[in-house]
């Protein structure tokens, strides 16, 4: 076992790798009849990881189920008309049931991997990172010197899709507050509303459990419900007969669809984080489980939202669906300033896996204990100033939400998992014709394809925006 007296996990992470190096070596020397025995006899799955989980506060079903549906309902939703545009009211809904379906089967995959990985090496607890790298040294002896490395991307790319979220959630809370301002006070650049931004975000960053992120989560959930429900009164009212809409667009587009709904639909971190901080993490996973119940409500919402808001403006829809509504009316105004408030309280959360991985994974074990909690305040501080910098320099919402999609989600949601559940499985076997290692195969193509493609086609129409502004 290891020392209890190890500083954090992250040095518990630096540890695993080569003692469960050392112990693979010697599994894989024995005969193939001896690893059979060994499970048959319920050596390792005797071991249950759950009962082994000490979360500093955590949650109940109810509280993770607000947060999954908090982390879910966001700025991308507001962007699916949009992303509907792109692809065409026929190919858009299909398209994002079978997206959305096949990232969150993705993720009960890798979820499913984590807890056999805890119980075969009898672990309480991994993060995605440490999956990644313990997964490697169990896959052929080739790609077992890349754990390590594979680990630290993990953590580079959960940090970069999380602080872009951020840097949307900024610029969107930007543009409607200053809608509302240019209306009713004086017009300033969009840039200076960013800036004020910086201290309100602060505060709700410096809370650092998620347990205390629930009251945020509640009151953004009741303030963005109310705002669909203005956005849906408009969006049903007039509707242009169906066949005025394409059922398809050009394949050109397509990529920027992809990117769109997978920002919209996936939050992988925070997926993870939350059922790292359940009471009862079993619940979690399973066909009503509680990761099932909330994101069949989001896929439904989505899929919905999207066909709607295009049927009803076509190809004049906007980046986000709000500024299709007739700003000069009441009634919009309010449901602009809910969202923006609601976004706002979501901040924090978003961000709380980018925090979680620089500090507690990489920073603190590091420093002396009595240094730690000021500079923790600090580092906070520090990537709000950062995400708003970001924000003034690329304050396009639609492009750098597909941007962040594309690039961060296709690896973290669909080629990471494949990768994963290749090495998990490549003792044991994958089944029935092979079944499991072409799923996984599968996950790496879609999110290799969709991935680039979305990639280069969201920073193509990024560098001709700048270029023309310029």
């Not at 809904?93 to 969150?104: A, D, G, H």
């Not at 990529?255 to 790292?276: C, D, K, N």
């Not at 594309?406 to 029935?432: D, K, M, N």
Request: net charge positive.
């Amino acid at each position: 076992m290891l020392s209890k007296k190890l500083p954090s996990r992250r040095h518990l992470s630096i540890q695993i790798p080569e003692e469960f190096g050392r112990r693979l070596l010697n599994q894989t020397a024995r005969p193939r009849g001896f690893h059979s025995f060994k499970r048959n006899i319920g050596t390792t799955l005797s071991f249950h990881p759950h009962i082994h989980r000490n979360a500093d506060h955590p949650m109940t079903d109810f509280e993770t189920f607000l947060n999954l549906i908090k982390c879910a309902l966001g700025t991308g939703c507001l962007a699916m008309p949009r992303a509907y545009c792109n692809a065409g009211w026929l190919v858009g809904l299909v398209s994002t049931i079978l997206i959305s379906s096949f990232v969150v089967y993705a993720m009960h995959v890798l979820l499913n991997d984590i807890n056999d990985l805890c119980k075969r090496f009898r672990i309480g607890l991994l993060n995605y990172s440490e999956t990644m790298q313990l997964a490697v040294l169990c896959g052929p002896y080739w790609v077992q010197p890349m754990s390590k490395p594979f680990g630290y991307i993990v953590d580079l790319f959960l940090c970069v899709y999380h602080f872009g979220v951020d840097c949307v959630y900024v610029v969107f809370i930007a543009k409607n507050l200053k809608h509302l301002g240019d209306m009713y006070f004086i017009s300033l650049d969009i840039r200076l509303y960013m800036a004020l931004l910086t201290l309100p975000l602060i505060v709700t960053f410096l809370i650092r459990d998620l347990k205390y992120l629930v009251p945020f989560a509640i009151i953004s959930n009741i303030l963005i419900l109310v705002c669909f429900g203005i956005v849906l009164s408009y969006m049903l009212c007039n509707l242009p007969g169906l066949q005025q809409r394409n059922a398809s667009q050009p394949w050109t587009q397509y990529p920027l669809f992809f990117g769109t709904v997978l920002f919209a639909i996936e939050s992988v971190g925070v997926i993870l984080a939350l059922q790292r901080n359940m009471i009862t993490p079993e619940n979690y996973l399973g066909p009503f489980g509680v990761l099932n119940r909330a994101m069949i409500l989001v896929i439904i919402f989505y899929t919905l939202f999207g066909f709607m808001g295009y049927w009803r403006y076509g190809n004049n829809t906007a980046s986000s669906i709000l500024n299709n509504l007739p700003l000069n009316e009441r009634l919009p105004q309010c449901a602009i300033a809910m969202f923006a408030l609601g976004i706002f309280f979501s901040y924090a959360l978003q961000g709380y896996v980018t925090m979680d991985i620089i500090w507690r994974y990489y920073m603190e074990p590091r420093l002396k204990e009595n240094a730690t909690r000021s500079l923790e305040y600090l580092v906070r501080i520090a990537l709000v100033v950062a995400s708003v910098l970001v924000a003034i320099g690329y304050p396009d919402f639609g492009l750098l939400l597909a941007f962040v999609g594309s690039f961060c989600l296709a690896q973290l949601g669909l080629i990471y998992p494949g990768i994963v559940h290749l090495c998990v499985r490549y003792e044991e076997g994958y089944g029935t014709c092979k079944f499991k290692f072409f799923r996984s195969l599968l996950f790496i193509i879609v999110g290799l394809c969709g991935g680039i493609a979305g990639s280069v086609a969201s920073l193509k129409a990024l560098t001709e925006q700048y270029a023309n502004l310029l």
